[in-house]
């Protein structure tokens, strides 16, 4: 099972939105509604952003939100503040009954 | 709350295998799965595997298939992950995660405070 691709890194300035993608196949991200997205700081326990592919938990900002279409899936930051600088993944189910994480996507904020 | 708490760091020799702990508390134990992920220095993240407690169902990555195992122990809401034939591209820091939704394949979502494992002769 190859890691879903993310590209490396991503910026954009403070009150910009910015979007990361997640490309997987029909057997992983375009075939389950079963994608998630986390947030990771240095040092800390990665959060879960997002949830079956647009699902938020309680807490996360509406600043967040998840979609796909076809074999990719894609995270959008609006408002993007200084805080949101950090590491995000995504994953999803596969249909070897596995999970598969993305490669990882370094957000910078300009 | 839900806690995971996880056993110490350890240092292997290659070809030794490692064993890591997971303790949870706070929650029904047998109602959720937990995976298993690592994280090699510099490098994202690696799921490894998982397990439901209720039968000590399995499903491991094909890259660890072959040389890792995951058990839970219900009288101790303890699970472990044994990972065999160590090598130095095992150094890393190991994680377990609760899934997010109860008696189902969802996501990780509440992880242990992870256990560094180096591998070094």
């Known amino acids: 099972q190859s890691p879903l691709t993310q590209p490396a890194s991503v910026s954009g300035s403070p009150g910009q939105s910015i979007t990361i993608s997640c490309t997987g196949t029909s057997t992983d991200v375009g075939g389950f509604n079963y994608v998630s997205w986390y947030q990771h700081h240095p040092g800390k326990a990665p959060q879960l952003l997002i949830y079956?592919?647009?699902k938020r938990p309680s807490g996360v900002s509406h600043r967040f939100s998840g979609s796909k279409s076809g074999n990719t899936a894609s995270l959008s930051i609006s408002g993007l503040q200084p805080d949101d600088e950090a590491m995000y993944y995504c994953?999803?189910?596969?249909?070897?009954?596995?999970?598969?994480f993305g490669g990882g996507t370094s957000v910078t904020v300009l | 709350q839900v806690q995971l708490v996880q056993s110490g760091a350890q240092v292997k020799k290659p070809g030794a295998s490692v064993r890591v702990y997971c303790k949870a508390s706070g929650y029904t134990f047998t109602n959720f799965y937990m995976h298993w992920v690592r994280q090699a220095p510099g490098q994202g993240f690696e799921w490894m595997g998982i397990?439901?407690?209720?039968?000590?169902?399995?499903s491991y990555a094909q890259k660890f298939e072959d040389r890792v195992t995951v058990r839970a122990d219900t009288s101790t809401n303890t699970v472990y992950m044994e990972l065999n034939s160590l090598r130095s591209e095992d150094t890393a820091i190991y994680y377990c995660?609760?899934?997010?939704?109860?008696?189902?394949?969802?996501?990780?979502?509440?992880w242990g405070q992870g256990t560094l494992v180096t591998v070094s002769s």
């Open positions: 994953t999803s189910y596969t249909s070897r009954t596995t999970v598969v």
């Open positions: 995660a609760r899934d997010r939704e109860p008696t189902s394949v969802s996501c990780p979502d509440f």
């Open positions: 079956d592919v647009i």
């Open positions: 397990v439901t407690p209720i039968n000590n169902g399995t």
